[in-house]
Structure formats: structure tokens, C-alpha cells
């Protein structure tokens, strides 16, 4: 367990599952969430055809789409009961193409303040026989405020 960031919500845990339960695009990938900690979320996708671009890698889309719902669940874990969290900012770098049989993606936080949490996001490829490859790296600005 992370014991660098308190959740201020003690249920945060069930918060995300409630959360994941209206992620339809997450259901229509087929993403779910594998590890739910406070300040720290992993994540798993089983690589299909469907996911792939014309050169048969993972679409860096995709990619992205990971590292987002990882860094913004962890930025989640942290925020308060009423509160939302959205994305205002990320920035990815893709080091390696996606072939393999799934990504797996871990999202920690940096930084909490009262309004913005900074967070990172690692992308790794799941390969038959070979070692898990990091494919992408990404930092992501997440906001939370208080839904109208």
C-alpha cells in the first residue's frame, strides 16, 4: 500500500468500482481496473485485432486511452467524496510499438493540491515468452471539482 497519500474518502475503493461500472468506453475496449490503491491504479487490457492500427501495433489512441484512465483513477483514490475527476492535461511519449498480448498500465500520483493533481503513467506490453516491455511514458494534469 502507498503510504505516502491518505484518501480523504475512506471508501475510496468502492468510489472507483462505482466509477468503472459507467466507463462504457472502458467496457467497450474491454479495460479493467487490476489494482486500486490510494495514489496508485493499474490497469488491464487484453490486446485483440480490435485494437490494433494498420501496422498491427497496439493504436497509439489506445495507448493513451490507458495511461489517461490510470493516471486519473489514482488521482481519483485521492479526491474527496463529492468530488470528480477529470483530465485537463496529457502528455504522452510512445518508445515502443504495442505487440504483444496485453497492456497493462500503472498510473501514480506526484503531487495532490487543493484543486489540480499531477500524475504519471506507464504503459507496458505483455509479450508471450519475453519480458514485459514499457511503451509508453505519460504525464497527466487531473482536476477535481464538485459535479453541479
Known amino acids: ?72 483513477f489514482a488521482a481519483a483514490t485521492l479526491a474527496a467524496t463529492a468530488e470528480a475527476v477529470v483530465t485537463v492535461e496529457l502528455k504522452i511519449s510512445y518508445l515502443h510499438p504495442g505487440v504483444g498480448t496485453a497492456l497493462r498500465g500503472e498510473g501514480t500520483v506526484l503531487k495532490v493540491g487543493s484543486t489540480l493533481t499531477f500524475t504519471e503513467a506507464e504503459v507496458w506490453c505483455e509479450r508471450a515468452g519475453l519480458p514485459d516491455l514499457l511503451i509508453a511514458k505519460a504525464t497527466a494534469t487531473m482536476m477535481a471539482f464538485a459535479p453541479r
Open 1 to 72: 500500500m502507498n503510504t505516502l497519500f491518505q484518501p480523504r474518502n475512506p471508501d475510496f475503493r468502492a468510489v472507483i468500482a462505482d466509477k468503472m461500472t459507467r466507463q462504457h468506453f472502458l467496457h467497450l475496449i474491454g479495460m479493467t481496473l487490476t489494482a486500486v490503491e490510494p495514489g496508485r491504479v493499474t490497469g488491464y487490457l487484453p490486446l485483440e485485432q480490435k485494437h490494433h492500427q494498420q501496422a498491427g501495433f497496439a493504436h497509439g489512441g489506445l495507448v493513451a486511452a490507458v495511461a489517461d484512465t490510470v493516471a486519473g
